[in-house]
Structure formats: structure tokens, C-alpha cells
């Protein structure tokens, strides 16, 4: 297999299931094993949320942008809120911005936990998958407990927040991070004992720090190459600026480094949600806020579990916005994955991808193939994958020509 | 009031290097600066402050449609956090940019996003897919313009309770 080959095979992956459970989709382009090239095509899942709230009053566009991601809820809603607080120059109580922050805390922690039992899926350790996943359940009740939702909390408003804390809530959380505590302590000795673990993540998905900066890479995957970037301590926003916490690095550079500064912030969050509600300070939790908005422009940034969320809102005086722009993770993670990808082995794909703990939404609805003999592209429509699919399943014996005969309707799309 | 002597030095270098910029560099708040720059100085203004005042991050690049002119905003910060907001406009009729993807290869993606959604066109940003819309989707409609709306939003409400594929 060592010799040159003449024909490099480009392959689509995805944009269902690409090894991940959201659409995108990958042309990947080999040559035996080794991957050559990557072209990444996003968009399938863009629903014109921004334009949305354009026709919408700005309360409405709150809940409407909590739902731009379904894990970080919280990050888009803080993030648009603040853009907004900014614009009307409301000035919040103190105990509103422990309470956001708090939940800004517990968000990171469910977000991670589930980041380690994808990784552990993507790698075939399925035993990490159920363990992390059932602790995040403990998570999960917390903040149904606290705002009566598992996900799309619905906990800002414009002033504030919209549910307290009790005192026998902050029990349970406090109760809840004891336990945590200890599962993560086991995770960290897994991660930095494990030889299987260990092995299977270092050296893959490799991003110098260099690189890092060039291509610029946001939350732990650029911390994981020892960029020492995050929001909550560089444009500090809610009551990250009185709070300790450290930023956790490696210079590992690679999937392994990712995992342990995710394991690691898991650590750090249970830290700062302790301190949080221990010098919980007294008051109200939100102040009122005016429906119309006066006329002006803000940009608010976030440190989303994934890396820097970056909202930027203009008013016009009106009750609804005059533009909204939301500028997710991934997206600026994008063009690190794809280069972490060249000269790889394939089946480090969904790993790599994993590690930057993707949220995105994508689309391809052609398929390249190489004409055996050829070496010529060819691009085959969806109506002749199908009936490609009818004749090979054919000569196996199987003819499935009258099932799902409606799915080649999917040829004028 | 927060120490805004940071701030005030980011002002005082800018308006310095460009005094056309005398009257449009604002701090809104700690971190945040905004600048109004001409169109014709818009590609020099943001290499002077990516290469000479370290705004080494781009966060993101903002599109918007401002009636008789498109808008751009690019969100530029330092690794301290503090934030530049460059803004231009070009006419609608030839909105023209320069790509910005030999500073920041992630502009990439965002500059695809003017491109898709408003109508932009980017001189410098090489051959790629649509981003975010369809490959598709048809030509001359920007979604982000206020005089788009979106075909189905035409039609009749649909009734919640009818649902006759049950």
C-alpha cells in the first residue's frame, strides 16, 4: 500500500449523521487512509432567526434567541440580554447577576459532561457515555428545579432574571456539586490514567498554538493549545469579575488536551457555583425594563461552553429590533477543525470533530464519486442515487423498489 | 465611572494615525470602541489597527442593510478584551468590500454570511460554498434586506388544531 497512488477519492460524510448527531457535511478528499483535504459546507439547519427578530418586539426575540442552540440556551439568551441591557443603560442588582451567572455555571456543566460521553462514544468507550450522561441528570434537575426547565430556561429578562433561588435550592445544588465533585475527580483519574483513553486522543487533532491564534479558535479548543483566552476573565460580564476562577490550559495541542481542560473547567465551575451561592447577596433580581428600546448599538460577548459567543444588537427606538447578529462557537472553530484534519487517518474524523464540541447546522445534496478506470468526477443526483441503491440491493436478492418509493420526491430538491 | 485611560489611548493613537476619524471614534464603555470609518479608508483603517494597535481577534463581521446604503461592522478585540467596532457603508447599487480573509482566514465563513444574506459582494475571497443558504436558493434575493420578506409568510396562518395527516 506504500506506493503513489495515481487517483485520490473525494467522500462525502454526512450531512446525515456525519458521526455526529447534527447535519453537516464533510468532501473529504483520501488517498489510501490519509486525509488530503476537507471542505466543510454549514448552513442546512439556518433558520433566519435573525430576521426573525427583526419582525418580533424584543421580548418576543429573547426567547426566540434562546433557542438558537438547544445546550447553551442560556449563553445566546445572556448574551442578546446584555446587548440589550447595554442599549437601554439598565443597571442590574447585584443578586440578578449571581443568579445568571449561576446558571451560566450549571449550563457549562451539563454542556461538558455531555461533551465527555461524546467523546467517550466517538472513541468507543461507551462506559464513559453512560456514566457522564446519568450525572448529568443531576444537572439537568437542578435546573428543572430551579426554572422548570431542562433546557430553553427562560431565566433572563431584560433587567434581570426572571426566578430566585431558594434557600433549600441552594442546598441541593451545594449537595448536588459535593457529589459532582467526587465523579469528576474519578473522570480526571480516568482521563490521566488510562492508558487505552490516553493513547487513543494524544497526537490527534493536533492544533499548535500557533495555529490556534492564526485560525482564531475560541474556547477550550483554543485553550487546549494554550491560548489563554476566555471571555469570563478578558471582557468580564454578570458577576464574573467578582468571582475567583482560573483559566485552564494545556499544551498538549491535541484531542487528549481538549478532554482535559473540559474535565478540568468542570472543576473550576463547581468552584465558582459554590463561592456564587455562599456570597449570594440580598435584593431583587431584576429592575424593569422599558418596552421600547432607546436608538443604539452594543456588542456583548459570552464565554459559551463551546468558546466565545458574540451577540451584536442595534435599536432604532422602537419595540423591536432594527438588527440582531449572533455569532456562535463553532462557527470560529470551523477553520480549526478542517486544518486539524489534513494529513490525519479517517477514522480520527469523528473525534476530531467531536473535540471541538461542534453545535452546527450544515448541508450537501451532492455526492462525488471517482468513475472506476476514470479518474473523472462525476456528480450523480439524489433520483440516480436511489435507483442505484434499488439495483444493488437487487442483487443481493432484495427488492425494495416499493418501499419509500415517496423519498424520490427528495430529486427536485 | 470605571479607569477609561485605556480606552482613551486606543482613541488618541487612532484619531492620530487618521484624523478624518476625529469625530466618529467613540467609547461607548469600558472596552467597547466604535469607529465610523469612509468607505475609501475603511481597508487601510482596519490593517493599521490589526497590525499596528494588536486588534488581533476578529469576533465576528456584522452586515446590515441601512436603506440606501449596506452597513458593515467589523468586530475587532485584543487579547485584553478590549473590543474596536470599524464600521463603513457602500452604496447599495455597488457594495463592494474588500475580503478580509489575508488577516483572519475565519472571516471566511462570516464574509460569506454578507455575501448570502444581504448581497454583498467581496473582492479577494476565493471560490467556495454558499454560506448560510442553499446552494439552490435563488439569485438576487438577500434575505437580510428589509424589503425581503420570506415567501410563505404571504400565505394564510395554518389552523392548530387541523391536522389531516392524523
Known amino acids: 500500500m506504500s506506493e503513489t497512488r495515481s487517483r485520490d477519492v473525494t467522500i462525502p460524510i454526512g450531512p446525515q449523521h456525519p458521526a455526529l448527531k447534527e447535519p453537516t457535511s464533510f468532501s473529504v478528499t483520501l488517498s ?19 430576521k426573525a427578530c427583526e419582525s418580533r418586539s424584543f421580548i418576543q426575540s429573547l426567547y426566540l434567541i434562546e433557542r438558537v442552540c438547544g445546550i447553551c440556551s442560556h449563553s445566546h439568551s445572556s448574551c442578546f440580554v446584555q446587548a440589550v441591557e447595554e442599549i437601554a443603560g439598565l443597571q442590574l442588582p447585584h443578586r440578578a447577576m449571581y443568579l445568571r451567572t449561576i446558571i451560566a455555571e450549571l449550563e457549562r456543566l451539563h454542556s461538558h459532561l455531555l461533551w465527555l460521553g461524546v467523546a467517550g462514544h466517538e472513541i468507543g468507550f461507551d462506559t464513559l457515555l453512560m456514566y ?18 431542562r433546557v430553553n430556561y427562560g431565566m433572563n429578562t431584560f433587567g434581570g432574571v426572571r426566578r430566585d433561588i431558594s434557600p433549600e435550592q441552594k442546598a441541593d445544588i451545594l449537595k448536588a456539586m459535593d457529589t459532582l ?56 460580564y454578570a458577576a464574573y469579575d467578582q468571582v475567583p476562577f482560573e483559566v485552564i490550559t494545556s499544551d498538549l495541542n491535541d484531542v487528549y488536551g481538549r478532554t482535559l481542560v473540559r474535565v478540568r473547567e468542570l472543576m473550576e465551575s463547581y468552584k465558582l457555583i459554590r463561592h456564587l451561592l455562599n456570597s449570594l447577596p440580598d435584593g431583587p433580581i431584576a429592575v424593569k425594563a422599558p418596552r421600547k428600546m432607546p436608538a443604539g448599538e452594543a456588542v456583548s460577548r459570552y464565554e459559551a461552553p463551546r468558546g466565545e459567543n458574540v451577540h451584536y444588537v442595534r435599536a432604532n427606538g422602537s419595540e423591536k429590533p432594527e438588527r440582531v447578529k449572533v455569532r456562535a462557537p463553532t462557527l470560529a472553530n470551523v477553520q480549526a477543525v478542517a486544518h486539524m484534519l489534513i494529513d490525519r487517518y479517517l477514522a480520527d474524523l469523528p473525534i476530531v470533530v467531536a473535540a471541538i464540541d ?11 464519486l471517482t468513475r472506476e478506470g476514470g479518474g473523472r468526477c462525476d456528480v450523480i443526483t439524489w433520483g440516480q442515487l436511489h435507483d442505484y441503491s434499488l439495483r444493488w440491493y437487487k442483487k443481493q436478492g432484495m427488492d425494495l423498489s416499493k418501499l419509500n418509493s415517496r423519498f424520490k420526491c427528495g430529486e427536485s430538491s | 465611572m470605571s479607569d477609561m485611560s485605556q480606552e482613551q489611548a486606543i482613541q488618541t493613537e487612532l484619531t492620530a494615525a487618521y484624523p478624518c476619524l476625529q469625530d466618529t471614534v467613540r467609547i461607548q464603555r469600558a472596552r467597547r470602541l466604535y469607529a465610523a470609518v469612509p468607505r475609501e479608508r475603511i481597508g487601510e483603517v482596519f490593517a493599521f489597527v490589526v497590525r499596528k494597535m494588536d486588534f488581533s481577534m476578529l469576533c465576528a463581521i456584522t452586515g446590515l442593510d441601512e436603506g440606501e446604503t449596506l452597513g458593515v461592522i467589523y468586530h475587532l478585540a485584543r487579547p485584553d478584551g478590549t473590543m474596536l467596532n470599524l464600521s463603513a457603508s457602500v452604496p447599495k447599487e455597488r457594495p463592494i468590500l474588500r475580503s478580509v480573509t489575508g488577516f483572519f482566514p475565519a472571516a471566511d465563513a462570516y464574509e460569506r454570511e ?13 471560490p467556495g460554498p454558499h454560506y448560510p443558504l442553499p446552494d439552490d436558493w435563488p439569485a438576487g434575493q438577500y434575505p437580510l434586506r428589509k424589503d425581503w420578506t420570506a415567501p410563505d409568510q404571504a400565505g394564510p396562518p395554518r389552523q392548530g388544531s387541523e391536522n389531516p395527516d392524523v
Request: glycine share 10%; proline share 3%.
Open chain 2, 114 to 126: 454578507l455575501i448570502d444574506l444581504l448581497g454583498f459582494q467581496v473582492e479577494g475571497l476565493g
Open chain 1, 32 to 50: 489510501g487512509e490519509k486525509i488530503l483535504q476537507v471542505g466543510v459546507r454549514l448552513g442546512y439547519n439556518h433558520r433566519g432567526i435573525e
Open chain 1, 181 to 236: 465533585e467526587e465523579r469528576t475527580k474519578y473522570y480526571i483519574s480516568v482521563a490521566t490514567e488510562e492508558t487505552t483513553l490516553i493513547q487513543r486522543l494524544s497526537g490527534v487533532g493536533v492544533l499548535s498554538h500557533d495555529d490556534a491564534i492564526r485560525l482564531g479558535a475560541v474556547g477550550p479548543t483554543a485553550r487546549a493549545s494554550n491560548v489563554k483566552r476566555d471571555i469570563r476573565k478578558d471582557d468580564p
Open chain 1, 358 to 368: 461542534p453545535c452546527f447546522s450544515c448541508t450537501d445534496r451532492l455526492i462525488d
Open chain 1, 132 to 149: 457522564t450522561w446519568r450525572d448529568r441528570e443531576i444537572v439537568m434537575d437542578l435546573l428543572a428545579a430551579i426554572t422548570g426547565n
